[in-house]
């Protein structure tokens, strides 16, 4: 299959964010230690293009409304039985090499992996591992902005405006390319399948993320609500990557 090719913003490599869509499943304690043990494995021959990366618990709020309304709802909010289960940044040479890197993650085995370019990097600590919360920025399709445009850049303002406000609180953060860019990674009976586009279609496209440290759920959340986006989504990092 034929792929975008795209252009770094900065420097030879690009980073791309992996959303990890993973099928609910109930597995035995044996069954949990074979897919640990593959995670490991995936870290030891990925780890020097991984930049950040973790499982996320279940739990999540939602805040919608931007900053000056924010509204406040808890979750979590999956209309099926698969969810956002992790993420990793990743750090490649071109698309091609992302997907490779996309292939081998094991939640692509079972479910899913949305492979999004990163447009912009907010001077992230990557190498940082105090994170603890996952901020994810979510906007109606109508209301994406392409990345370099004068209204991409006006909100870009805004995004100074809350990092000047949250301090030491990010830990690192990042817009995505729009979504026709994201491409979805699947791995069936040893062979990869390959689809332009989000893993779904959805009334909410996401795009950017931050990573946040802070002391509990509820300055997390007061965090979240600062961020100017129509909907951010919280989750807790669950800190059982070892990277």
């Known amino acids: ?100 890197l996309a292939r081998g993650i094991p939640a692509a085995r079972h479910g899913a992996i949305e492979l999004r370019p990163i447009f912009h990097t907010f001077d992230a600590e990557w190498s940082r591992s105090d994170a603890q919360w996952l901020a994810l920025l979510l906007e109606p399709p109508s209301s994406v902005n392409t990345p370099g445009t004068p209204e991409w850049q006006a909100e870009a303002e805004r995004h100074g405006e809350f990092a000047a406000a949250a301090g030491d609180h990010i830990v690192g953060g990042a817009a995505l390319h729009e979504p026709a860019t994201a491409t979805t990674v699947r791995v069936r009976d040893g062979q990869a399948l390959l689809t332009d586009g989000p893993f779904a279609e959805s009334a909410e496209i996401a795009t950017g993320f931050y990573l946040l440290t802070a002391a509990d759920r509820d300055e997390a959340v007061k965090l979240a609500s600062m961020i100017p986006a129509s909907t951010v989504e919280v989750r807790q990092l669950a800190g059982v990557s070892g990277l």
């Open 1 to 100: 299959m034929e792929h975008k090719v795209l252009l770094t913003t900065g420097g030879d490599d690009m980073q791309y964010l992996a959303l990890l869509i993973r099928q609910d499943r109930d597995l035995t304690p044996d069954e949990q230690a074979t897919e640990m043990a593959a995670y490991q494995s995936f870290h030891a021959s990925a780890r020097s293009a991984i930049r950040a990366g973790d499982a996320l618990t279940p739990e999540s709020t939602r805040i919608s409304g931007g900053p000056d309304a924010p509204t406040i709802t808890d979750g979590p909010f999956a209309e099926g039985a698969e969810v956002a289960g992790g993420y990793y940044v990743f750090e490649a040479e071109n698309l091609d090499d992302a997907l490779e």
